[in-house]
Structure formats: structure tokens, C-alpha cells
């Protein structure tokens, strides 16, 4: 008998090979990257922000098969976008939060920003930071409630010291040292305030190349050439571009948020214009602008513009096209 | 070396280059060899040969007179069983005259005279070159197929002053060309230079990729003392092979889209080729068989001699048969080559392996929504945004498709292998050029 047999064949077009790095596994690093901090903001704000991490997963989660099942679609939990969108609103939250907060920022993000506009790949605007600018909006005293790590002491984060963060006598006065705002033993959000936990995260998903150097690099350049040049009271370039980088959201936006995919652009020099753009934003609401921080309204405010980048940079094709210049 | 020569995008599957140290066996003789009138891009050839005809090898049973098409030779006497339309890897039903073989080959008494080892090519007539070249039936044998007389003609404002040999052989698991570079250095070389002389271009480059150290080192011995013609071995780097990228890579030439290696004079041509040209010009010995990698779930995986039109169920037998169950059959490589309904098809001019997966070696991880990662952008090497043809696609936009470049695709594949929701990138773009193609033919019917 012949060893050949032609069985059942499956024919499918090219290629037959696979690098095997799928959405769910992509999802599974950005929660492991986000991992340290989210350990951080337990060790610094105790058991209330363990707390808070899991109502946001959990609710995010609870949401998105909630509605699905709503609406008869298979589930797709599975890929663990929800969870990430959970613990990154999670992360932007303060350590005061009541528990109702991040259940319903979760529940926001994931029906109203997420599910109701087509869910993963549709949404237009980041769902961490679309239900962060809810929950500001809607509750803002409970938004701007901090403190201290180790500490009940109600402060405020260190961007609100005072009305106007980078007055003179603010920066002359007693701000948090670079190694306080390193290690992140200052006043902030849940998983903003530790730049040295974050980076760590950052510097996995770099190497793995999850997320593209480009944005963080274009992002926090641009915010500290801009503050270098502009933010000084003393003239042009004497601001304090290194205290920008560190304090408030600005690690934790150029590495975990701006890099989001679905709301950025695909190509390369669209991603140097997105993040160009989340700098200058950032920059300009924190010198110039009513709001303590700007990183949340600079990401969204980008991801708006996300299509019109993507339509207008089309690259050409390698070589060019014969017959035309 | 120029390690340095990189392309942009592309894509580092594994190697599986498991078959590289096997040396080229010859086949048992097959009972039988089905032999497709067309085995190239162009025109198919009309046969030459009826049922019941008395056939001996290399006797031409196909030819046209159409300018792109490429004759077919008789791979084995024996007798015309059949002309008949069969399955061609390919997928398609082609014409195809079946052949019985005889005992014993006699090889046909019309064949051409060799001019031996030893001719020095720059003392032949190109249009000589040209001419036998096309006799012989050559086609690109990397897979594309493209017949390589019609390469080497003149084409008036294009003077090519460089032929690439491409023995970049970048698709994984194919070590067809390692082993004919190793085994045959020799005859890629004067194959090289029969082509030099063709078009008359007065350097030839042989680009190897970089993990055939031992092929790249034969063939420079095989090359030493001949200034025009250096070998250069490149990243591994897939899609290397394909011609824009190697064109690119050796000589910093941009082709562009719309446009062919002619067009920035140079002509790139296979090392298979190359060899078979140097075969029929030395020995008058038409195309009739080619060496084939048979890898994956069989008993003995390496390299064959296999006579043309010989049915991918005798090389399989030949290579140990099926280990296990078999879920897919490749003839070609894993990225562009072509899935079989049939392990009962034969081997053609292009077929340079035959690859058998169980069901274990398949993905079946389901489709997912575009997260729009960019990372088939970044694979792409043309630069073009594979996410965004699928789309198109998908909606039959075919307006924004051609916005997009559809036409500039070479369908690599590089874009849906890495692709983290398993989008059918390569796919659907397939599906938006064909369509385009069969609007264009219809604007013009």
C-alpha cells in the first residue's frame, strides 16, 4: 500500500506561515509592562489602590461582555484589551478614589467609547483616557483629591502645588526632587507618580518592540524642547524640561497612552506627527492653560486628528511609480 | 560582502533551511510524467505531439508562436498517452500532454549539437544565445516563471550594463538553489555569462543570502580570475530574492512600480536558470528536469533531480512518504508558494519544493479585528499600507485601492505573516489587483 495517501487538503492562499505574535499576546505584554507601576501605586498608596486596580479591570471586563452578550456577539474578552483599558484608567485615577469611580470610568470607557463605536480597532479616541476626561469633567473634586504616598495627608499633585505650577515662586520654592519624582514618592495619581516603575514597563515593550520608539521619543521631546524654550521665567531656554518629562502624566502617556494603535496613526511619519503634536499640546496647556495637566486633552485631542493624518500620508510606493516624477 | 545592503520592511521567518546539507538524488524513474503546456507566464504552448505518438527525450511536444511563452520538452521517452486538460500546481486546469515512459530514454535525434564545457560565451552571436536559450525552454525557475529569452532580448533605449544572478533563495524550508550553487557552481557561472553576453551587459553580480556561506565561497572560486562578475553575499532577510529588493541591494537601483530591472538596466535572472542555460548550451540538452526540495512530514526530507512532470506523488514516495496526516501541501515555499488540492499534480519548470504539513504545523487562529499595530506597514517593502488596502478591498473600494498602490504589490506576503489579528492583508490585496486586472480587461474588450 502507499505511505502517500491525498487526504483531505486545506488550500489557502499564501503565506502559510505565521510569526505567531497575536492581538491577545500583544495585550498580554502591555498588562505585563504596566505591571510595576501598577505594584508601585499598591506599595505607595496601600491596600485602597490594589482596590481600585481591580474594580476598573473587573468592571472594564464585566462591560465588555456585558454588552456583547447584549448585543449576540462573541464574546472577546479573550483578548485582553479590555483588561489593559481597565488598568490604564485605573492607573489615572487618584488614590482617594471612592470604589463607585473606577466602576463607573470602566463601564465608560468600555460601552460608551469602546463597544458603542464598533469595539477593539474602531474606537477613535482612547477609552482610558476618554472616561479619565469624563470622570474630570463630571466629578472634579473627586478627581483632584490627592496624597502622599505613605501618607493620609491630603496634598495636591505636584503640577497643582499651587494656581499657577510654574510660577517664580514655584520654582523656587520646594518642588519634589527629580529622585522623588524617579522613585515616585509624591503626590499624584495611582500609577503616575513612580517614572523609574514606569520606564521599566516602557522599556520591555520597547524591546519587544510593542509600541514604536518614535512616539515616546517624539512626544516627550517636543514637551521638553517646548518647556526648555518657554517655560523659564528667567527668558527663553531657561524652563526646567527634565521636572515636565517626570512630573504628572507625561511618562505614563507618551509610553502607555499615545502609544495606544488604535487611535494613532500607521505610519512612520505620522507617528512623529502624532506625538510632535501630544508634546506641543501638553506643553502648551501646562504653561498657558486653565488645566493643571495637559497630557489627558493632548492624547485625545490627537487621536482626533488620527484620521486626517493617516488619509493625508499616504508614502509612496518603493522606487516610485514609472511615469511619474 | 555587503551585509550593509539593506532593504526596507521585510520580515526574519525561520530559516528551516533543514534539507541544506542533502545532496541532490536522482528520482526512480517515474511510470508516468503529466506535462503541462504551460509551465511559464505568457501564452500557453500548442501541442506538438498527439495521443499514441512515439516520444523521445527532449523532443519538443509544446511550442507557440506567441511572443511570451516558453516550448515544452518530453522529460522521458516513452509514449503519448494523452493530451488531456489536468491540475497544474498552479491551481489551474492546463492543458497538458501525458507521457508513459519507455524503459529506457534515447534522447530525441532533433536536439542541437553542445559546444562542450570549454566555449568561451563572448565569442557567440547573442542573438545564438538568445535563440537556444529560448529552445531550451527556460523559464525563471525561482517560481515566477517568466521566459528567459524574452529577458535577454534587446529592448531599444534599454541597454542593460548589469545581470544579476538571483541565488538569494530567501523563502524558508527551499534549498533547491543552495544545492545547485554547491553541487553545480560551474554551470551557474558560465550560465552567468551566456546571459552577459545575450544582453550584453559587462557585469554579472551573484547575490547569495548571507546563511550559504559554503555556496557563496564555491561559486567565488568558480568566479576567481573573471573581474566582471563578483559575488555578494546579503542579510537574510525576507523577501531578499524578490527582484526589486535584490536589484536594490546589489546596485542601490530603484525599479519602479510599473516598471521591470530592464527599465534600470539590469536583468535579473535565477541561478537554476542560469544553470540550465549553460546545460543546453553546452550539452544541447533542453529543460527536463530540476532539483526539488521535499521537506516537512516525510520520511527522509532533501533534494531530488526529479524529471519534469512527474507527479508530486512519486517525489514523495521517493522522500520516505507522508509521516503522519497530512493537512497541506506546498509547491513552492511557505510564504508565496501555491497550497494543493491534490498531492496528484506534477512538478513543473518552477516547482523548486514541495513542502507537507500536518495538521499540528498549521495556525488556526482566527481573525480578528485590525488593530491597526502598523506592523504590515513596517514589513511591507514597498512601502505600501497594507492595512489600509485591506479595508479597501474588503469593500470593494477598488478606487481607494488604487490610491493606495494595490498595483505596487508584489504579493510577498510579509504583511499578513506578521499580522497580530490574522487579517487577510496579502489576501484581499490579491483579490483587488485580480479584480482591477479583469476591469481593465473588459475597459479594453
Keep these: 500500500m502507499s505511505k502517500t495517501e491525498s487526504g483531505e487538503l486545506l488550500v489557502s492562499s499564501s503565506p502559510h506561515l505565521w510569526a505567531g505574535v497575536s492581538t491577545g499576546r500583544i495585550m498580554r505584554d502591555v498588562l505585563i509592562a504596566l505591571t510595576p507601576a501598577a505594584l508601585g501605586a499598591v506599595y505607595f498608596f496601600g491596600w485602597r489602590a490594589a482596590a481600585v486596580i481591580a474594580l476598573s479591570m473587573g468592571a472594564a471586563a464585566l462591560s465588555e461582555w456585558g454588552c456583547e452578550r447584549l448585543m449576540g456577539k462573541p464574546s472577546t474578552l479573550a483578548d485582553g484589551s479590555a483588561l489593559v483599558t481597565g488598568l490604564l484608567l485605573a492607573l489615572t485615577l487618584p488614590p482617594t478614589a471612592p470604589f463607585w469611580l473606577p466602576v463607573l470610568g470602566a463601564f465608560f470607557a468600555i460601552a460608551v467609547v469602546k463597544v458603542a463605536f464598533g469595539g477593539l480597532g474602531h474606537n477613535f479616541v482612547n477609552p482610558a483616557l476618554a472616561a479619565r476626561a469624563f470622570l474630570l469633567a463630571a466629578f472634579p473634586a473627586v478627581m483632584t483629591t490627592w496624597t502622599k504616598p505613605f501618607d493620609a495627608v491630603t496634598t495636591a499633585t505636584p503640577l497643582a502645588v499651587l494656581p499657577n505650577p510654574f510660577s517664580a515662586e514655584v520654582m523656587a520654592g520646594d518642588l519634589p526632587s527629580y529622585t522623588d519624582l524617579l522613585l515616585g514618592t509624591v503626590g499624584g495619581s495611582l500609577g503616575e507618580t513612580s517614572a523609574i516603575l514606569l520606564l521599566l514597563g516602557a522599556a520591555y515593550l520597547l524591546v519587544k518592540q510593542i509600541i514604536d520608539w518614535r512616539i515616546p521619543v517624539g512626544f516627550l521631546g517636543t514637551l521638553a524642547l517646548f518647556t526648555w524654550a518657554f517655560g523659564g521665567q528667567a527668558g527663553l531656554f531657561t524652563g526646567d524640561p527634565l521636572y515636565h518629562v517626570l512630573a504628572g502624566g507625561a511618562i505614563l502617556g507618551a509610553f502607555f497612552m499615545a502609544t495606544d494603535y488604535v487611535t494613532g496613526p500607521i505610519t512612520a511619519k505620522g507617528r512623529w506627527i502624532f506625538a510632535a503634536g501630544c508634546g506641543l499640546i501638553t506643553a502648551l496647556i501646562r504653561l498657558y492653560g486653565g488645566y493643571p495637566e495637559g497630557v489627558l486633552f493632548a492624547i485625545l485631542l490627537m487621536n482626533v486628528v488620527t484620521p486626517l493624518i493617516d488619509r493625508f500620508l499616504v508614502p509612496a510606493p518603493f522606487g516610485g511609480v514609472k511615469g511619474r516624477a | ?445
Design chain 2, 1 to 445: 560582502m555587503t551585509l550593509w545592503a539593506r532593504f526596507r520592511g521585510g520580515v526574519h521567518p525561520d530559516a528551516h533551511k533543514t534539507t541544506a546539507q542533502c545532496a541532490t538524488q536522482p528520482l526512480p524513474r517515474p511510470e508516468r510524467v503529466v506535462l503541462p503546456l504551460r509551465q511559464h507566464i505568457g501564452a500557453p504552448c500548442q501541442p506538438l505531439v498527439k495521443k499514441g505518438d512515439e516520444v523521445a527525450l527532449g523532443q519538443p511536444i509544446g511550442d507557440t508562436d506567441a511572443p511570451v511563452a516558453a516550448p515544452v520538452h518530453a522529460s522521458a521517452s516513452g509514449k503519448v498517452a494523452a493530451v488531456e486538460p489536468r491540475l497544474s500546481p498552479s491551481g489551474r486546469m492546463e492543458q497538458a500532454v501525458v507521457i508513459e515512459t519507455a524503459p529506457e530514454d534515447t534522447p530525441w535525434e532533433g536536439l542541437p549539437a553542445g559546444l562542450g564545457w570549454d566555449f568561451d560565451p563572448d565569442l557567440l552571436d547573442p542573438a545564438f544565445i538568445r535563440d537556444r536559450v529560448r529552445q531550451a525552454g527556460l523559464v525563471g525557475m525561482g517560481g515566477a516563471g517568466f521566459p528567459a529569452a524574452v529577458k535577454l532580448a534587446a529592448k531599444p533605449g534599454c541597454e542593460p550594463d548589469a545581470v544579476i544572478l538571483n541565488g538569494a533563495e530567501c523563502e524558508p524550508s527551499i534549498t533547491s538553489d543552495h544545492r545547485l550553487m554547491l553541487e553545480h557552481p560551474e554551470q551557474v557561472v558560465l550560465g552567468l555569462r551566456l546571459f552577459m553576453r545575450a544582453c550584453g551587459a559587462r557585469r554579472g553580480i551573484i547575490g547569495i543570502e548571507a546563511n550559504k556561506a559554503d555556496a557563496a565561497a564555491r561559486l567565488s572560486q568558480a568566479v576567481a580570475g573573471d573581474p566582471s562578475i563578483s559575488v555578494e553575499v546579503l542579510p537574510v532577510r525576507y523577501p531578499q530574492g524578490a527582484e526589486k529588493m535584490l536589484v536594490w541591494a546589489l546596485l542601490r537601483r530603484a525599479v519602479p512600480v510599473g516598471a521591470i530591472p530592464l527599465d534600470v538596466g539590469v536583468v535579473v535572472q535565477n541561478v537554476a536558470t542560469a544553470a540550465a542555460a549553460a546545460v543546453a548550451l553546452a550539452e544541447g540538452r533542453p529543460l527536463t528536469d530540476r532539483i526539488v526540495t521535499v521537506s516537512g512530514r516525510v520520511g527522509s526530507p532533501g533534494n531530488w533531480r526529479v524529471p519534469l512532470g512527474t507527479s508530486f506523488v512519486d517525489v514523495v514516495e521517493a522522500a520516505g512518504g507522508v509521516t503522519g496526516s497530512l493537512a497541506r501541501v506546498i509547491a513552492g515555499g511557505p510564504m508565496m508558494g501555491t497550497a494543493q488540492a491534490d498531492l496528484n499534480v506534477p512538478v513543473t519548470k518552477t516547482t523548486g519544493s514541495i513542502i507537507l504539513l500536518g495538521p499540528e504545523d498549521l495556525d488556526t487562529t482566527p481573525a480578528g479585528p485590525c488593530i491597526r499595530c502598523g506592523r504590515c506597514v513596517s514589513a511591507c517593502p514597498m512601502g505600501l499600507l497594507p492595512a489600509q488596502l485591506c479595508s479597501a478591498a474588503l469593500a470593494s473600494d477598488w478606487a481607494a485601492a488604487e490610491r493606495f498602490h494595490v498595483r505596487a504589490c508584489m504579493e510577498c506576503g510579509s504583511c499578513s505573516y506578521v499580522c497580530p489579528a490574522r487579517r487577510p492583508l496579502v489576501q484581499s490585496i490579491r483579490l483587488a489587483k485580480s479584480e482591477l486586472g479583469r476591469r481593465a480587461r473588459q475597459g479594453r474588450g
